[in-house]
């Protein structure tokens, strides 16, 4: 079955440095890749998606570019900031019944 | 974005007793629910799947006695944890799809139940 492969945290940066969390997947079919964020104590939100090879999806200064022949949805950001910490979770669906397969998450930690 | 809205956001109770969490879509109809359930560390685990007007699909070694999930209109779905032990404390989270989403969902703020 589809199934989401993200990098096990936690991840420690400064303030400042660039961040790359890779996420890999296998899909059968053409799946549409999201990346959520969760704050502390917080739902979760959807930080951005692609649904097609080669898109990149982009928001608050992060970016994740479809990469269908390496099967990955690498979630980058230039210079982080300590708000940016919280959880990611990188996922997809295959858009049959809107049923989303996660990845396991990653915890980012900025400090100043 | 569409919103989800999710109430409680937190809950105590004392074991035995039953608690209801509803989640709506305030701006869409949500033809198909979702609920999570989220343990410490670890990412979501997808408890059951509804769709409006009929019964929800519950995923392996959920018991749907337990998990009592009604999705009566298109913009209300609940989770009910019915006599519930300390083992059940856990983070819930709902999300909500509708036909025009095409395939993204959209996630309630959660509810931290704790169970004493």
């Known amino acids: 079955g589809d199934s989401v492969t993200q990098m096990e945290g936690p991840v420690t940066l400064s303030e400042e440095a660039f961040l790359t969390i890779n996420c890999t997947y296998t899909?059968?079919?053409?799946?549409?890749l999201f990346w959520y964020v969760q704050y502390p104590g917080e739902g979760l939100q959807l930080l951005l998606k692609a649904t097609k090879a080669d898109d990149k999806g982009s928001n608050k200064g992060f970016e994740a570019t479809y990469r269908k022949e390496t099967t990955s949805f690498h979630l980058e950001k230039g210079s982080v900031q300590v708000s940016d910490s919280a959880v990611y979770f990188c996922?997809?669906?295959?858009?049959?019944?809107?049923?989303?397969?996660w990845g396991a998450g990653t915890k980012l930690i900025i400090k100043p | 974005g569409a919103v989800v809205s999710q109430h409680p956001s937190r809950v105590i109770c004392k074991s035995g007793t039953s608690v209801k969490i509803e989640c709506r879509s305030l701006?869409?109809?949500?033809?198909?629910m979702f609920w999570y359930r989220q343990f410490p560390k670890q990412s979501l685990m997808l408890m059951a799947t509804?769709?409006?007007?009929?019964?929800?699909?519950?995923e392996q070694g959920v018991e749907k006695d337990k998990f009592l999930i009604n999705h009566a209109s298109l913009t209300l779905s609940t989770l009910t944890v019915t006599s519930a032990h300390p083992e059940d404390s856990s983070f819930y989270i709902c999300s909500a799809s509708g036909q025009i989403m095409n395939t993204e969902a959209f996630f309630g703020q959660g509810t931290r139940l704790t169970v004493v």
């Open positions: 996922a997809l669906s295959d858009g049959s019944n809107y049923q989303l397969i």
């Open positions: 899909a059968t079919g053409y799946p549409s």
């Open positions: 701006d869409f109809q949500a033809t198909t």
């Open positions: 509804s769709n409006e007007g009929s019964k929800a699909t519950y």
